[in-house]
């Protein structure tokens, strides 16, 4: 069973530019979550997807968004990048929201330049 | 708002020696996961607790839930160098919301 996908797994961005992380969860899994991780300020919940719909939304500005597709595989866009968007964005399927485990994908690095 | 506190931040122990880091939160939790993330690496869940006071273990780890539901702890006993990295735990809120609020996280490193 192929694990959760994150692509591209690097990505070098100038500030204002645009930005857009896929994930293709585990087959079968219908929860997308997705997280930024920095080292200041660890792991954020962005938002979370299930069968299409957000579900929760993190203290994000709405630069952020996201939005899952039929086949539950996600993408988040961020607009506008700032310096302070670089980090380890990562992305977590899980078969049902809440009380399962979350199987997290190797993430996609953004560096914003 | 919800906020979850994981102590302490850092710990470095010798090799054999043990390991403890806490969760705690502000209000009453539904259930708590565990997942540890090796450096460069992405969280790996370790262990779902659900019930008040419930104890599991694995190996040399130890997970307790707090009586309350507020708490709870990740002990590893005889540390070893493949323990090291970074302990999450991971509380679902009891408002039904589905949004894990990871810890702050305390980073392991194990001295040979």
């Known amino acids: 069973k192929a694990g959760v996908t994150q692509t591209p797994r690097y990505l070098i961005k100038t500030r204002g530019q645009q930005v857009t992380l896929s994930c293709s969860p585990i087959s079968g899994h219908r929860s997308v979550s997705w997280y930024q991780q920095t080292p200041g300020q660890g792991l954020q919940f962005l938002f979370e997807?299930?069968?299409?719909?957000?579900?929760n939304k993190g203290n994000f500005p709405g630069r952020f968004s996201g939005r899952q597709f039929s086949n539950s595989r996600s993408e988040m866009n961020v607009s506008t990048l700032e310096l302070g968007d670089s980090a380890l964005y990562l992305c977590?399927?899980?078969?049902?929201?809440?009380?399962?485990?979350?199987?997290f994908g190797q993430g996609t690095r953004l560096t914003v330049v | 708002g919800q906020q979850v506190m994981q102590i302490p931040q850092y710990q470095h122990v010798q090799e054999g020696e043990d390991f403890t880091t806490y969760c705690n939160s502000s209000?009453?939790?539904?259930?708590i996961q565990w997942y540890k993330q090796r450096p460069g690496g992405h969280p790996v869940f370790l262990i779902q607790l659900v019930k008040s006071g419930e104890v599991k273990k694995q190996k040399r780890l130890t997970f307790q839930f707090g009586e309350a539901k507020k708490n709870s702890s990740l002990h590893i006993t005889a540390t070893q160098t493949t323990d090291v990295g970074t302990y999450f735990c991971a509380p679902l809120l009891t408002s039904g919301t589905y949004k894990y609020i990871f810890g702050t996280g305390t980073r392991l490193k194990v001295l040979a």
């Open positions: 977590a399927s899980a078969a049902s929201p809440g009380d399962t485990e979350a199987f």
């Open positions: 997807y299930f069968s299409e719909t957000q579900r």
């Open positions: 209000t009453t939790l539904s259930n």
